[in-house]
Every structure is written in structure tokens, then in C-alpha cells.
DNA sequence: TTTTAGATCTCGTTG
DNA sequence: CAACGAGGTCTAAAA
């Protein structure tokens, strides 16, 4: 971790660009700036926190929020300058052209930090819940037998695709969290390009809860709801899967 | 701006309850921890940079990407405490209930930072584009005459409601960007809702630019396209407003 | 590269 | 508080 203070702006500029590729680099300085692109904002000048990451992300983070005041993705170039005396930090990105142009007037402190790469795993997503009910199909409906996952139709892809027991398809739609009027139209769509390519279909939603406007739709276009609880769901396949495990055990 | 290196996981706590609401905090660590709500999460040790700001956003960045690889949201409530002589960052979140744990291992730096909290204003969203068709109908389709914006249906909010030279509803859905197959599904809703409770209408996509498939769903439900370039027409428009300046300030 | 859809989306606005 | 829709969404995955 190196760290340097109040430095000039000739030294500011030649610590980033040295360092850029290096590290996460922290600046807490007094800025302003432009963002210039698939639209257009204007920073005030004021104390920020600019982060510059290897990757080239570059965020400019103010006292509020969780997303950056203004930012550039991962794949932007960025390099520092010293035009007239101030530290302008410029980073650019093709395809969309975007720029961030941040003249810097005072730096505190410059800090490059080697932090981590590692990603994180994610839990609890719409694939997994997905998987469990693919695994378990009589959550959405006795005597479902599954015939697809990602089924891709002319209106998209089919979270899970099945037949019921009188051999009827049933286009399943999935939701790890409420369900607005979208995904009901969503449903809907697949519904009606399975029907128009395999003869005759049902929908069902399945969500952890839904909309009130949604559930008006979802009567309205004859689709289904189940209703599920994403974490209890996750227990009770986790000890399924323990018990069968132990029962295989057994029978070997 | 306050800063405290290699600190003590008493001294480091206590500065961090002392000054969470004070500024935007960087902790410059090894840390390990967990997320658990709405999905879950677990972050492999390794070093990262924590953030904290003052109305309670907390934020842990590796050197990749523009998300952080953890976080919670603002509102949150984050704490330090000394758990069997380890320091460990506690953020928690009421609706939807939702936790990030870091248990800090090496801390080698802590900033207190009293960052700026200005917003920024945007400029080129849908809005001022809207905005500009509503003054300038003819953009759309000459003779149009403009009912209202955001009018609101049982499907939706339609962008803009119009009248065109024969007396006939049209519906215009307006897109900054590239239009997809759901801006045309949310059109051909709009159209439907409007049909249904005036009679007739016709619906009208404008947008930078389509998607072929959605462009073939344009075709398929009989809705038009128009195509605009939304920083030429900006300009266009900024002349044309400036003119009409002109000319009323000539009439006065 | 384009397209598609999820996301701990986040964030603002409206009823 | 719920609901709705935009976003410079971002991000990953698939065609």
C-alpha cells in the first residue's frame, strides 16, 4: 500500500498514471467535473472520493448513495494531466463514447490499495430457485412433469417449460420477489408462442408475492399463481437433499 | 479530514462509531464477511475497501467493476464492535431485512472524509426528450396535435397522448436509447388500453435506434417507428427555442 | 458483437 | 407504504 499526501498536481498525475494498472487507487481531493455520453451531467466542485481501478472503473463517490455521483465502467481509459496547474483526471470509453473529464483542485491524500479480484457468489437467485423447482416440480402443480429450462420461443426464453398430467404444456414463469404487471405480460408472451408453435398451453407464475394490478392481469389472461417462500423453500430441498443423500448411503 | 493507520481494532471501532455520521469513512483492509436478506452472499477474505457513509450506505469494493462486491443500501445502520479481539463491521437493514457482517482482520488505514452530498443533475433522459416532442409534434408525425404526457391507463402511464390530422388516438412511447421488444409490448399495451376506452388508436415507437426483434414485433402488431437522434435534436431544438426567444422578444 | 433478462438492481415519483 | 418505470442502469450468459 503506498500513500502520499497534499501532493502537486505534477506528482498527483504521475503517481496515478504509474499506479493505475497496479491497484485500486483511492483520491480524496476537491473536484468538479462533466460526464458526457448516452447523456450529460455537470459535477459541482466539491470534497469527493474518486476511485480508479485497474479495470478501469472509475467512480466519483459523494456522502450519499450507493451508486456513484458520476462514474465510468470497467474498460475505460484513464489517465491523468496537468493543463494549466490543475490535476484533470480524464477517462474515456468507446462504444458507447463516454467521457468523464474531473478537474481536480486540491488532493489530500492519494492512497493505492492492491485489494481483491475475488467475485461473490450469490445465493437465493431466480436460477436457483429455478433449479429447486425443476428438481421438485409438484411445488407448482401435482404431476408435473419438466421438459425444458431456458426453452427458447419466438418471444423468448421459458423459465421452465413442462407438461401436466393430462399432457397439456404448462410455461412456467419464475420470480424471486413480487411479481409486477410486467412479468405477467411476460407470461403471457411465452404462453401465447408455445400455444402458436405446440397447439395449447397454461401459464403459471410462480413468485414470492405479487402485485395487486399484476394479479388483476393474471385473472384476466387465465394464468396461474403459486406462491413460495424462496428461503424456507432453500431449507426444506437443503434437508430433502440430505435425506436422500442419507437413503443412497444406505442403499449402497 | 481525519486518518488513523494500522489501528488498533479498539481504536479503529471506535472511530468508526464516532465518526460514521460525521463523514464518508474508507477502511483500507484485509476482511472476510457475509450478506443475508433478500439473497445471500459470503466474501473470501482478502483486502478491500470499505466505505460508510453518513446516511448509512456501506459499501465494500475490490478492484473490479463498478458494483461493489457487497453493500447496503442507505438507511442502513452499520456498527463496529470487537468480537473476541477482532474488529467486525455490523450493517443492518430494516424492510427488507437484510445484514453485511465484516470481520476486519488487518486494518491499515482509516479516512474520515467529509464529502460533498450535491446531486446531479442529468441532462438527455427520456423526460427532456419528451419534453421536446410535446413542444415539437410534428418531430413525430405532421399534424399531430398533443392530448397530454403521462396520461395514465389501466395498462400504464402512456408518454404521450395525441390526435393526429384525422382525429385518431395515438399512442407515443418514447425510448432514449435502443428500443426493444419490451418497449413495444409496453406500446402495444398502451395501444390496446386506449382502444378500449376511446375507440380507436394508433400506436408510434420513437426511439435512437430498434432491436431487429423488436422491430419485428413493431411490424406484427401494426405500430410505426420513428427514428431520432436525441443529442442532434437537443441542439436542434436549443436553436429553435433561442430563435423563438428572438422573435417573441421582437413582438414585445 | 448483439440480444436478452436478472439484479440484494438503485432511485425518484406518485397515489 | 406500495407500485410503477427509468436508468449513462450494471452484469452475466447466450446466440
Excluded at 9 to 16: L, S, V
Excluded at 34 to 44: I, V
Aim: proline share 5%.
Amino acid at each position: 500500500m503506498l500513500r502520499i499526501l497534499e501532493p502537486e498536481p505534477r506528482e498527483a498525475a504521475a503517481f496515478i498514471n504509474t499506479n493505475r494498472k497496479r491497484g485500486l487507487i483511492a483520491v480524496f481531493c476537491i473536484c468538479g467535473g462533466t460526464y458526457r455520453g448516452r447523456a450529460a451531467a455537470d459535477l459541482p466542485t466539491g470534497p469527493y472520493l474518486i476511485l480508479i481501478k485497474p479495470d478501469g472503473s472509475l467512480l466519483v463517490h459523494g456522502s450519499e448513495k450507493a451508486t456513484p455521483l458520476v462514474w465510468n465502467p470497467p474498460g475505460s481509459s484513464n489517465m491523468a494531466v496537468v493543463e494549466g496547474g490543475t490535476l484533470v483526471l480524464k477517462s474515456l470509453r468507446t462504444r458507447p463514447s463516454e467521457s468523464v473529464v474531473l478537474k481536480i483542485e486540491r488532493v489530500f491524500e492519494i492512497v493505492l490499495f492492491d485489494a481483491g479480484s475475488s467475485s461473490v457468489r450469490l445465493r437465493g437467485t431466480e436460477k436457483d430457485i429455478v433449479d429447486m423447482l425443476v428438481k421438485n416440480p409438484d411445488i407448482i402443480e401435482p404431476g408435473l412433469k419438466v421438459v425444458g429450462v431456458e426453452v427458447p420461443t419466438e418471444a423468448g426464453h421459458i423459465d421452465i417449460l413442462a407438461l401436466d398430467k393430462n399432457g397439456e404444456y404448462i410455461v412456467v414463469e419464475v420470480k424471486r420477489d413480487v411479481a409486477d404487471h410486467e412479468a405477467v405480460f411476460q407470461l403471457r408472451r411465452y404462453v401465447e408462442a408455445v400455444a402458436k408453435a405446440r397447439g395449447r398451453a397454461r401459464g403459471i407464475l410462480v413468485a414470492a408475492d405479487i402485485t395487486s394490478s399484476a394479479f388483476h392481469y393474471l385473472r384476466e389472461y387465465n394464468l396461474g399463481f403459486v406462491k413460495i417462500r424462496p428461503r424456507e423453500l432453500a431449507e426444506k430441498l437443503l434437508n430433502k437433499t440430505e435425506f436422500e443423500d442419507t437413503s443412497i448411503d444406505v442403499e449402497k
